[in-house]
C-alpha cells in the first residue's frame, strides 16, 4: 500500500471516529465533510425541529451555538488525530473522550434563515495542554449568520 493510500486510510478512519463521538452528532444531523484545506467544515439541514419559533423560519440559536462548538472542537480532534498517525486506535478514541470545551463565546449576527448551514474553524493556537479556535457559520446563500470563538483541552 502506498503512503498516500495508506494516510488517507488513517484519515477516514480518523473522520469516522470524528462522527461517532458524540452520539449529538448525529441526533443533530450534522454532517461532517473534508475541505481542500485539510481541515474539516459541518452541514447542517433545516428541519422543523431546530427552528427557534413555530413558523418563524430560523434556526435556534442553541442549534447554532451547537454547531459552532461541534465544528471548533472537530477541527483540535483532527489535529490531534492527524498528529497521533501512530498511535493505536484505542488510544486515539480515548484522547477524544478526554477533550472538551474549556470556553465557548458566540455572536450573532443575523437570523439563522435558510435551507443548508455551513460551519468552518480553524485553529488559532494549540499549545501543550489547550487549543484556540475561531469558527463562523454561514447559510445556503453564503451570509455569515454567526462566529465563535472556543478553547479545548487536548486529551
Known sequence: MSDMSETNERLAKATSLII???PF???LGVMIEPLDTGSLCIKLAMRDELRGYPGD???HGGVISAMIDIIGGAVVAWKLLKDANE???QEQIKRL???STVDLRVDYLQPGKGEMFTATATILR???KLAVTRMEVYNDEQCL???GTGTYTLG
Open 25 to 27: 452528532l448525529e441526533f
Open 126 to 128: 494549540t499549545g501543550k
Open 57 to 59: 423560519g430560523a434556526l
Open 20 to 22: 461517532k463521538y458524540p
Open 97 to 99: 473522550q478526554n477533550m
Open 87 to 89: 498511535q493505536a486506535m
Open 145 to 147: 449568520i454567526a462566529v
